[in-house]
């Protein structure tokens, strides 16, 4: 490994000039497009458009090796043996996956450049045996100078475990771009679409076990399941209702964002039961295309859908008061029937991603303004990464 370089300070130069030559941003995510293993890659790489589109330079640090260009965007691939990371002239940090975590925090220590982090998910609520992650994340929280959370009740929460959150916080949500109009729908057939990694926290067990009884009751229903591996028992569950249900039930795997958007503009309903939903990506992506939901009454869906045409909020995990809210919507089609006599904007008016995109750059201007400079960015950076 060569040798550092000694940092050198630069000139205090007042932030105004940020605003005059644009915001230098650089972005640490896991993962992106077209090979993106969860929603965060989505947002992130939504979000950093968005922001090139108003005139910040973006440097997208990614430890995918599959990861496409992106207009506007710097994207640069991480190696995954020991690697000098170079530099560029940025501003701040924006870290948006833990495991990207290590890396953001040398280049803050090191560059002495502020340090946002977006939480995705709170890793104490979602998974509260995952002791190192949480000792990851307790980690960034405390060296943060601002953590965005995604919903309000994520953010009292943590507040009520670390104090200091209360004035280096706050909540945004992603920004969703609009999709297809009515014009284009698809004719759509009696398609129910699961998405998201096959496990506990996503209710996987909940869809399995109220698809099993619809699908004993209803013979032309089909089902979607489009998520990546997770828990044993919960591949297991989906395995079994495939075998029970032999062209009727079908596993995808994990879909690029454009072919579950085709597959949900076909779908008559999606459902989200998750036990832990910060925020709640798939049903907004349902309801672009003109798809009823069936969610959990999650933190994160009890706010961001809040007033949602289409959208049934179910309180309960039980899988068969869910079968009983499918069959009905299935037989009544009042959910549908909602959306169809909406503009179909609801979701474009809440979360226009010009909108959020600009909330985010005044938010990051106030962390520059109270940190001030950093150093030389001659300086270069290791990082191993496993």
């Known amino acids: 490994m060569q040798p550092l370089q000694p940092l050198l300070s630069r000139p ?94 040398e280049a803050a220590k090191r560059l002495e450049l502020p340090l946002v982090y977006t939480a995705h998910s709170v890793v104490e609520d979602e998974l509260p045996g995952a002791s190192s992650w949480i000792a990851l994340q307790r980690r960034i929280f405390s060296a943060a100078q601002h953590v965005f959370f995604l919903n309000t009740i994520e953010r009292k929460r943590a507040v ?8 280096r916080s706050s909540v945004r949500h992603h920004g969703m771009a609009a999709m297809v109009g009515r014009e284009d729908m698809p004719e759509r057939g009696r398609v129910i679409v699961v998405a998201g990694r096959l496990c506990r926290n996503k209710g996987t067990d909940v869809a399995v076990a109220a698809l099993h009884e619809v699908m004993r009751n209803i013979a032309d229903v089909r089902a979607l399941f489009a998520g990546e591996r997770g828990d044993k028992d919960c591949e297991a569950a989906v395995a079994g209702l495939v075998a029970e249900f032999p062209g009727r039930v079908s596993r995808s795997g994990w879909l690029e964002r454009s072919e579950l958007m085709r597959a949900l503009s076909r779908a008559r309903l999606a459902l989200s039961a998750s036990r832990y939903e910060p925020f709640g990506l798939l049903p907004l992506e349902a309801l672009q295309c003109g798809t009823p939901v069936l969610a959990s009454r999650s933190d994160g869906a009890r706010e961001t859908l809040l007033g949602a045409p289409g959208v049934e909020l179910i309180a309960t995990h039980d899988g068969r008061f869910w079968a009983k809210a499918i069959q009905r919507e299935l037989c009544e089609g009042r959910l549908m029937a909602t959306l169809e006599t909406s503009e179909m904007n609801w ?40």
Do not use: N
Request: glycine residues 8%.
């Open 12 to 105: 205090l130069q007042h932030v105004s000039s940020v605003f005059a030559a644009g915001l230098r941003i650089a972005v640490f995510a896991s993962d992106l497009p077209p090979v993106s293993r969860s929603g965060i890659g989505v947002s992130v790489a939504s979000e950093c458009q968005a922001l090139a589109l108003r005139g910040c330079t973006v440097y997208l640090l990614t430890a995918s090796h599959q990861a496409g260009t992106l207009p506007g965007v710097t994207v640069e691939a991480l190696p995954r043996d020991r690697f000098p990371l170079r530099a560029a002239d940025w501003d701040i940090l924006h870290l948006h996956s833990l495991g990207m975590a290590a890396v953001a925090l």
């Open 160 to 167: 009520m475990r670390d104090p200091s959150l209360l004035l």
């Open 347 to 386: 979701v474009q008016a809440q979360f226009e991603p010009g909108r959020q995109t600009d909330l985010l750059k005044r938010s990051l201007l106030d962390v520059l303004r109270r940190h001030g400079p950093g150093v030389d960015r001659k300086a270069r950076v290791f990082r191993d990464v496993a």
